[in-house]
């Protein structure tokens, strides 16, 4: 059973609203932090709903390979999909593979091709 939701009052709101300006911030300093070190990439973005088996998987997948290859990283949306296959790709030859990823409930995952430290999550 739900639990009745009453509506917030104006210093509620107020207060949860300013206190969430540091949180953003916080965010903020730690991805421009973590990005400035990483060096040069070229993002790869696309939907999270392409298979393995796709055409386009593969072909981001290709590309990816192609990107680190002339010296470049890959970043990504950090999801599944295109975003995957952009990571899998530079994975698999041996390039710098950055997910940025957004935690929303019941949404998107890490993919596994990820570097382990170069995984921010918003």
């Known amino acids: 059973m739900r639990k009745e ?12 609203d ?3 300006i540091f949180k953003i911030m916080g965010e903020f300093v730690t991805g421009y932090e973590k ?16 298979k ?10 290709r590309i990816a390979q192609k990107i680190v290859d002339n010296g470049y990283g890959v970043i990504t ?6 975003m995957e296959a952009g990571n899998k790709g530079a994975h698999l030859a041996g390039g710098t593979s950055v997910g940025l990823n957004i935690e929303l409930p019941f949404e998107q995952h890490d ?11 918003f």
């Open 35 to 50: 990005l400035s070190r990483i060096g040069p990439c070229v993002s790869i973005f696309g939907s999270a709903r392409t």
């Open 52 to 61: 393995p088996d796709n055409k386009y998987y593969q072909l981001a997948e």
């Open 111 to 121: 993919n596994p091709y990820i570097d382990s430290d170069k995984n921010l999550d």
């Open 5 to 16: 939701q009453h509506p917030k009052g104006w210093n509620e709101i107020k207060t949860n």
């Open 77 to 82: 949306g950090g999801g599944p999909g295109i």
């Open 18 to 20: 300013s206190w969430a």
